[in-house]
């Protein structure tokens, strides 16, 4: 037995879920069942395998950065509701 009974209680006790005890004698067997698959998974030589993040090869839409003109100051502080003419003036968060 990978976990005991009284570990699940534990996690679920910490994860603020009530669970009954014919809950916890199922989530134990489901919890037991995949720990012993990932420890035949653990058991694979996977030293060539190389690593990925994802199992397709995706490639995003981003475009390149390019340096283009901005608002200057004046228009950019032109809708701020307070100003002290170099920037926004807004309420103090603490």
């Known amino acids: 037995m990978k976990i005991s009974p009284?570990?699940?209680?534990?996690v679920a006790q910490l994860?603020?879920?009530r669970l009954n005890p014919d809950q916890t004698a199922k989530l134990t067997?489901?919890?037991?069942?995949?720990?012993?698959?990932?420890d035949q998974l653990n058991q694979l030589d996977t030293?060539?395998?190389p690593s990925t993040n994802h199992a397709l090869d995706?490639?995003?839409?981003?475009?390149?950065?390019?340096?283009r003109p901005s608002l200057d100051r004046d228009q950019?502080?032109?809708?701020?509701?307070a100003s002290d003419g170099q920037s926004f003036i807004v309420p103090r968060v603490l």
Not at 76 to 81: F, I, R, S, V, Y
């Open 15 to 17: 994860a603020r879920l």
């Open 29 to 38: 067997d489901e919890l037991n069942a995949i720990l012993t698959h990932m």
């Open 6 to 10: 009284e570990e699940v209680a534990h």
């Open 58 to 67: 995706l490639s995003g839409p981003l475009r390149e950065d390019r340096v």
């Open 47 to 49: 030293s060539g395998v």
């Open 76 to 81: 950019a502080l032109a809708g701020a509701p």
